[in-house]
């Protein structure tokens, strides 16, 4: 058995008011909790050190640059990583990255037991639009704030075993577990924020929602034969609110946890990494059962096209 005991750290709303230092305090405090329940790696939610700010619509740029994180770790954040070497634990995050050459992404990091970042993936599928639209309930402008990520889907060798990153839309997608599946990925770590009501179709609420969560990340999990770690920033940021949900699901697509609150909640199951092995040697064999030969649609074209 190869054994990574795995938390996922919902967090509560992050409201606009919040500084970095303040929820870097919520942070510590569940990975406190992580180390006190035995965790070898903690997963905190997509954009964990600010309120999810896609839903506003902003011209200036500088007050959008302020949303970003121009290096990681940086002051703000350091203690999170002192804090996550002494414990000896692994880490994902989520946040907002402004690289050196002015390039915005929808970020996650992974770090080893000595806090070293040994990973990053910038978000691909990046959902919402670019300008401000009137006949929504509400704007989701990652479109405008972020650039799709230009890394692909990596894997890392880390504790042990082979672990990928997501980041929110990406785990609605099944070519994003298939790239990592393709690699021998064993356990995707993934955060999200997403809303509570589905801003063009406001008869698609929270528990709609949560029902398409399970069932992406779940089906995720099952047709790669991985575990998969998602993770929610959840509850009423600012009057937005967003679902919690967040759950750990192992590699026959069954949850083993999943978060009862909206707020900053804790969930720590022990995954076994060589439980991915016989999904991997008999239904999901790939070596053995694709046929690369007719997929090629899936590269060569983006919109659907119907026959004549």
């Known amino acids: 058995m190869r054994v990574i005991n795995v938390a996922a750290a919902q967090m509560g709303p992050v409201q ?29 939610p997509e954009l964990a050190l600010t309120t999810f700010f896609p839903r506003w619509y902003m011209e200036d740029q500088a007050e959008v640059d302020g949303w970003f994180e121009r290096e990681m770790p940086n002051a703000a954040v350091q203690p999170l990583f ?43 599928h990046l959902p919402g639009h670019v300008e401000y639209d009137p006949t929504r309930s509400h704007q989701h402008l990652e ?48 955060g999200y924020n997403t809303p509570s009501v589905n801003s063009q ?15 992406s990340v779940q089906s995720g999990a099952y047709q790669n034969s991985c575990w998969v770690i998602a993770v929610a920033k959840a509850g009423v940021e600012d009057g937005h609110p967003l679902i919690g949900g967040s759950l750990i699901v192992n590699p026959d697509g069954e949850i083993v946890a999943e978060a009862k609150t909206e707020s900053d909640e804790l969930l720590v ?3 076994d990494l060589d439980a991915t092995k016989f ?17 090629g649609l899936i590269t060569s074209r983006t919109g659907a096209i119907p026959p004549e």
């Open 16 to 44: 606009r008011a919040d500084s970095r230092e303040v929820v870097v305090k919520r942070m510590l405090a569940l990975m406190d909790e992580a180390k006190a329940k035995g965790a070898d790696l903690i997963v905190y």
């Open 82 to 124: 002192d804090r996550a070497r002494q414990h000896q634990m692994a880490m994902s995050c989520g946040y907002a990255e402004l690289t050196p050459d002015g390039h915005h992404y929808n970020t996650a990091i992974l770090t080893d037991r000595n806090s070293n970042i040994v990973g990053k993936y910038r978000k691909v």
């Open 143 to 190: 479109k405008r704030y972020f650039e799709p990520g230009d890394l692909g889907f990596p894997v890392w060798r880390n504790l042990g075993g082979i672990i990928g990153m997501a980041v929110c839309n990406d785990r609605r997608w099944p070519e994003t577990y298939r790239v990592m599946g393709l690699q021998g990925v064993e356990m995707v770590v993934l």
């Open 201 to 215: 179709k406001n008869m698609e609420g929270p528990e709609q929602r949560l029902f398409h969560n399970r069932l």
């Open 269 to 271: 199951a022990p995954c």
């Open 279 to 295: 999904g991997k040697e008999t239904i999901f064999d790939f070596a053995r059962h694709r046929r690369i030969e007719h997929y």
